[in-house]
């Protein structure tokens, strides 16, 4: 399929999982992730009427953000982890931020700029046993989002992310999220948005609650070989 095809063929499997259980697709945001495709990938994407697009990497959000300057309604996600030394960068370039998951990362985005409008941000969660992994461990994730609440008035916490761990049931894991989501808005009650699901697993995101879906493959195709 092109990339019509595969975007249309998405869109109506996102319409079909959130009808089969209840939900209306209207409330849902498809962000398209371009990682190490080209910035002409996302020109093509918004003629289609893409409007939300994720990078995982600051050096490729600045780089396709500076070159497409004139796309009209293109909200930039970064859902990668964050290396606090990026933050500023990180900060400049985006709409959205996925991956806040510790204090002093939220401090360093928040010093980035801190008279801006608000970033909206998503808390994430670390649903492994791994430490090494990003995230805020659940029983963490309430203290965290007061802290971002409350010490950083340039950031918004909408809400929490995660990834699906391998080998664990994707329902079972984002129905983790969905309580670690519920931990925050006991903080910030209307920190209602939930960023989880990729290619392989946004239906069960959808079922558990999700609000932000993030798709790469099975909308782009392959991502192109890196040297």
Do not use: Y
């Not at 990682?35 to 994720?54: C, N, Q, S």
């Not at 309580?179 to 920190?191: F, T």
Request: proline letters at 6%; aromatic letters at 4%.
């Amino acid at each position: 399929m092109d990339l019509h095809a595969r975007l249309a063929d998405l869109d109506a499997r996102i319409f079909d999982a959130a009808r089969s259980v209840g939900r209306d697709p209207l409330e849902l945001t498809r962000i398209v992730v371009t990682k190490f495709h080209p910035a002409e990938l996302i020109t093509r994407l918004h003629e289609l009427g893409v409007r939300d697009v994720g990078e995982s990497r600051q050096q490729e959000l600045t780089a396709k953000r500076d070159e497409l300057p004139n796309l009209d309604g293109v909200q930039w996600h970064f859902v990668g982890q964050i290396q606090t030394k990026k933050a500023r960068a990180i900060r400049a370039a985006s709409d959205c931020v996925h991956s806040v998951d510790r204090d002093r990362l939220a401090d360093a985005l928040h010093a980035a700029d801190p008279d801006a409008p608000p970033l909206d941000v998503f808390l994430q969660v670390n649903l492994t046993d791994d430490p090494g992994r990003g995230g805020a461990v659940p029983a963490d994730v309430s203290a965290l989002a007061e802290h971002v609440a409350f010490s950083c008035a340039s950031l918004r916490v909408r809400g929490v992310m995660a990834v699906a761990p391998l080998g664990v049931e994707p329902a079972d894991a984002f129905a983790r999220l969905a309580e670690a989501g519920a931990s925050v808005r006991r903080v910030v009650p209307d920190a209602t948005w939930m960023s989880a699901g990729m290619s392989g697993d946004f239906a069960e995101a959808i079922a558990a609650g999700a609000t932000h879906l993030r798709i790469g493959s099975a909308i782009t195709g392959p991502r192109p070989v890196r040297d």
